[in-house]
């Protein structure tokens, strides 16, 4: 029989041996935790379950997704990054990137004073260049550098936050480059400037500077990549020595030399936060532009490098209270116009073009130089009303053509701006009539003969009837050709020119270096032509020299950096004689007077003897003196640009004032030394009976010293048919 609790007692063998599990109570024991699950998605179901499988699987596929795309680009990126990294050059290679050369000039001392092209003071390192330095560089442009893998995204982050603060675009403005994305911009991303391929080298380089989402990522591809290359200090080498810097110089030691005359291993604290702060906006901050600006920039990094720990509390306290300032050598800044015109009288291969590093020698007198400057500064500050637009040039040059001083205008601390003393062409008014006087007495006249100031007309075929007058409107009758230049009367001048031949008169002048176009006119006795202030100076240091025509020059040698020997030498200096020695000193004699008893008085140098001659162009266009000493040549010229006529100055007025101020100063120290003419002998008085004042013929009373007008007055008859 059965009992319904059978079940539910144990038999005695199993109270006697426990019971052990068998494989088929296992699944038994473990079904209902499997179970589990099951009920718990069955309790899922329905709308909310399906949308949340939904969910749960897109998010695994793009998880999937991303982590290949990922592992993709990641691939991608590291073949771009071997392939920079195959490219890139040696660090020595490296580390000069300039696509031209650079030029030094000298003064006739030996002293360097202006600097052309790109500026390259030799090769320094992380290591050798002064500390000071480098953490500058590091405070300012790149506190992470040493941490960093060649990017910063956390600089990057920072960087488009601030742009878009300020109203930019994420990439507009501040770019978070390290200092190894800046170094890979400087190498233009490994592409070398070729002038085949560029239209010209600004052209390249505003390539290497363009800021698309492209070329930002194609330079932390190449940043990466010089950084698996590169340690950090050749990085930052490479860095130092291709940064542009301002006032032309590229690299530290170059702008170490160039601001501070020293090397870049002994810069101080606050020097090498000056040339730190450059990196930013090295033209506008350049301490040669305005330092005041450069200084308080040097400032602000200094307070970066004593956040950073470079710098005590006390050290940036003494460093902010005695900023950096420019050596004397970088403060001269004299000689921009002069430099310019050397660079143009040179090869542009080895000039302006070069690509190799030159030194040119040259002529320039720094303290003449500044004479010049002076001088031009104090008339126009002291005698020129204020916001006058009038302009002037100098130049100052030695007998044999050598210039020692020039000033193209009245700013001074300028370079590649208009120059008047060598570019512009001017009437020459009466600062042209020494060579009509020259002419004369090559010809045998003397500085006694006399010829008639008188009114005077000509016929000039093609144009009609042409009178000439004198300045001031006065006629002075018989005059001595010296009294004729010291009033610098103009019917004289045009008589004499045309009874000794206007060709002859256009070929005396020319020989003497005025190469511009004379005009084949009468007026050309009166300065109706055109030339530059450096054309007429040079043509009276001829005259200075005993009649010996010269070439101005400011180039006295050229050579390479490194070599010995020169590549060129002089072009300019004394050529070919124009008039005998005699009629020259004969001539410096007449202008003598000029000084003393004519148009040029305020050119007076006190006991020391001075020579030359005022010039006023048609309606006061232009407005002359040059003149000498037994030293030095001197020319100013003063105008206008746009020809508009000067309210009341002439050739002997403020032109010969800027010329004693420039000759004063340049002639101080100097001893006093005559100038090398001859007084002619005067012509002898012969008596003679006493006529009746009207029986005796008009020509009759003018002989006796009047030879010359006779002459004159026949060959006029002869030619004019006027009786």
């Known amino acids: 029989m059965t009992d319904s609790r059978r079940g539910k007692n144990r038999l005695v063998a199993d109270r006697r041996y426990p019971k052990t599990p068998t494989k088929a109570s296992q699944p038994r024991k473990a079904a209902p935790a499997k179970r589990k699950p099951t009920r718990a998605k069955a309790k899922r179901g329905g709308i909310i379950g399906f949308f949340t499988g ?202 170490a030399e160039r601001y501070f005359s020293k090397p870049a291993s002994a810069l101080t604290p606050q020097e090498g936060a000056m040339i730190a702060g450059l990196l930013t906006a090295p033209s506008s901050l350049a301490p040669t532009s305005n330092l005041e600006r450069s200084q308080a920039r040097a400032a602000t990094v200094l307070r970066l490098m004593n956040e950073q720990g470079f710098l005590s509390d006390e050290q940036t306290r003494a460093a902010q209270a005695n900023p950096a300032t420019l050596s004397d050598k970088a403060k001269t800044q004299t000689g921009g116009y002069f430099a310019d015109w050397v660079m143009q009288s040179g090869p542009d291969f080895f000039t302006r073009d070069t690509t190799e590093d030159v030194v040119i020698s040259t002529t320039l007198d720094q303290r003449i130089q500044k004479a010049a400057e002076d001088a031009i500064k104090t008339v126009f500050a002291t005698k020129v009303r204020e916001g006058s637009k009038a302009q002037a040039a100098i130049v100052v040059m030695s007998a044999d053509g050598a210039v020692r001083g020039m000033v193209g205008g009245r700013q001074t601390n300028v370079s590649g701006v208009f120059n008047r003393a060598t570019q512009a062409k001017r009437q020459t008014g009466s600062a042209f009539k020494p060579f009509v006087y020259a002419t004369a007495l090559e010809l045998g006249y003397g500085p006694y003969d006399r010829v008639t100031d008188e009114p005077f007309c000509m016929n000039i075929p093609g144009s009609g009837r042409w009178c000439p007058e004198n300045y001031s409107g006065n006629y002075y009758g018989s005059v001595t050709l010296t009294e004729a230049l010291a009033k610098s009367l103009n019917i004289p001048a045009v008589k004499i020119s045309e009874s000794v031949g206007r060709d002859l008169v256009r070929k005396v002048s020319e020989d003497f270096g005025i190469q511009s176009s004379l005009t084949d006119t009468p007026a050309l006795a009166l300065g109706a032509s055109e030339a530059s202030l450096l054309e007429m100076t040079g043509a009276y240091a001829g005259i200075l020299n005993g009649g010996s025509s010269v070439t101005p020059y400011g180039l006295v040698e050229l050579r390479l950096v490194g070599e010995d020997q020169p590549m060129m030498g002089s072009g300019g200096g004394i050529g070919e004689r124009v008039i005998n020695e005699e009629a020259s000193r004969q001539l410096i004699w007449m202008m003598e007077k000029v000084i003393t008893e004519g148009t040029g008085g305020r050119a007076k140098l006190g006991d020391r003897q001075v020579a030359g001659k005022t010039g006023t162009s048609q309606e006061a266009r232009d407005a002359w003196f040059i003149g000498f000493t037994a030293d030095y040549v001197t020319g100013v010229w003063m105008g206008y640009d746009d020809n508009t006529p000067l309210a009341g100055v002439t050739g002997s007025g403020l032109p010969a004032e800027i010329w004693h101020e420039a000759m004063v100063r340049v002639h101080d120290g100097l001893p006093v030394r005559p100038l090398p003419m001859i007084e002619p002998t005067p012509p002898r008085q012969v008596a003679q009976p006493q006529q009746p004042q009207q029986q005796q013929p008009a020509r009759q009373r003018d002989q006796g010293g009047n030879a010359l007008e006779n002459a004159l007055n026949q060959i006029l008859r002869d030619i004019l048919g006027r009786n």
């Open 54 to 255: 939904i969910i749960g699987w897109v998010f695994r596929f793009l998880f999937r997704l991303f982590v290949r795309a990922g592992l993709v680009a990641a691939i991608i990126v590291a073949g771009f990054v071997g392939y920079e990294y195959t490219t890139l050059p040696e660090v020595s290679d490296a580390l000069d990137g300039r696509a031209r050369g650079s030029v030094q000039l000298l003064d006739r001392d030996g002293v360097a004073f202006a600097w052309r092209g790109d500026q390259f003071g030799g090769v320094v390192t992380a290591d050798t260049v002064s500390p000071h330095l480098k953490n500058a560089v590091i405070a300012t442009e790149d506190r992470r550098f040493y941490s960093h893998f060649g990017i910063s995204p956390r600089g990057v982050a920072s960087a488009v936050r601030i742009n878009l603060s300020e109203g930019r675009g994420p990439l507009s403005g501040h770019g978070g480059s390290t200092i190894t994305q800046q170094t890979a911009k400087l190498l233009c991303l490994g592409v070398t400037y070729d002038p085949n391929d560029w239209k010209n080298e600004a052209e390249y380089v505003a390539d290497c500077r363009r800021g698309s989402l492209y070329r930002k990522a194609k330079e932390a591809v190449y940043a990466i990549a010089m950084e698996i290359k590169y340690s950090k200090d050749e990085i930052l080498s490479i860095y130092l020595n291709r940064a542009y810097m301002g006032g032309g110089a590229y690299g530290a030691a170059a702008a």
